[in-house]
């Protein structure tokens, strides 16, 4: 069964603007990983936050983790055409496997 | 590496036909994931196999899907027969968790199988 949520389903902004999504999760968790999915292809791997972190940065994206709120977010800064795509968040705990969301479609507008 | 490898891309069939769908992980990754993904549905886990062998096949719908990892560099999963409800697109994806400093469970996902049925 899916365990993460995000929120919001859809999001539009102007290029340059920030997006800001979010992640809740129900169990604990080992890590919490966030994919990107550009139409008609696989997911790629952005970034990966473990437990007992509560911020990560890679170029635009940060993310950050509250483990005692079970929820992250993530933030894409100065938004890009390019960043248009669904995303999502994949929490672990621990073993092999990912529990994906359903994703945050997000559109950005040139 | 050129990563994970799904063949076909896309597979159009008459309902009740068999349909094999294949997979080559990356080189080195000794877990291996079939997804289905759907608009209602959402992202799926079907079956994970870690060193070839099957681990967790809970999310297999029902007995008309089988996956089978002969070796370590491919993958099938096939349906027979296959119904309208099937359609969706099937991802194969890879990891090797203890590749680096720490556990790292990073998939790599292949382009993905479109799948109609008719």
């Known amino acids: 069964s899916q365990q993460g949520e995000e929120d919001p389903q859809a999001l539009s902004i102007q290029e340059g603007e920030n997006a800001t999504m979010n992640c809740s999760y129900k169990t604990s968790i080992n890590n919490l990983q966030w994919y990107r999915q550009n139409s008609g292809r696989g997911l790629v791997h952005l970034i990966l936050?473990?437990?007992?972190?509560r911020e990560k940065h890679s170029g635009r994206l940060r993310v950050t983790l509250d483990t005692s709120k079970k929820s992250s977010s993530l933030l894409i800064t100065a938004s890009r055409a390019a960043d248009t795509a669904s995303y999502f968040c994949?929490?672990?705990?621990?073993?092999?496997?990912?529990?994906f969301g359903k994703g945050t479609k997000l559109s950005v507008i040139p | 590496d050129a990563g994970v490898i799904q063949s076909p891309r896309h597979e159009v069939t008459e309902m009740g036909q068999e349909v094999t769908l294949r997979c080559k992980p990356i080189?080195?990754?000794?877990?291996l994931f079939w997804y289905r993904q759907t608009m209602m549905r959402g992202l799926e886990l079907l079956i994970y196999f870690n060193n070839n062998v099957p681990i967790d096949d809970s999310g297999m719908p029902e007995d008309r899907f089988s996956a089978k990892m002969p070796n370590a560099s491919f993958s099938t999963l096939k349906i027979q027969p296959s119904e309208p409800r099937d359609s969706a697109v099937y991802f194969c994806a890879s990891s090797d968790p203890f590749s680096g400093t720490g556990f790292d469970n990073e998939q790599f996902f292949g382009p993905g199988t479109r799948l109609t049925v008719l």
């Open positions: 080189s080195g990754h000794n877990s």
């Open positions: 936050i473990r437990s007992n972190e």
């Open positions: 994949a929490s672990s705990a621990g073993s092999y496997q990912l529990t």
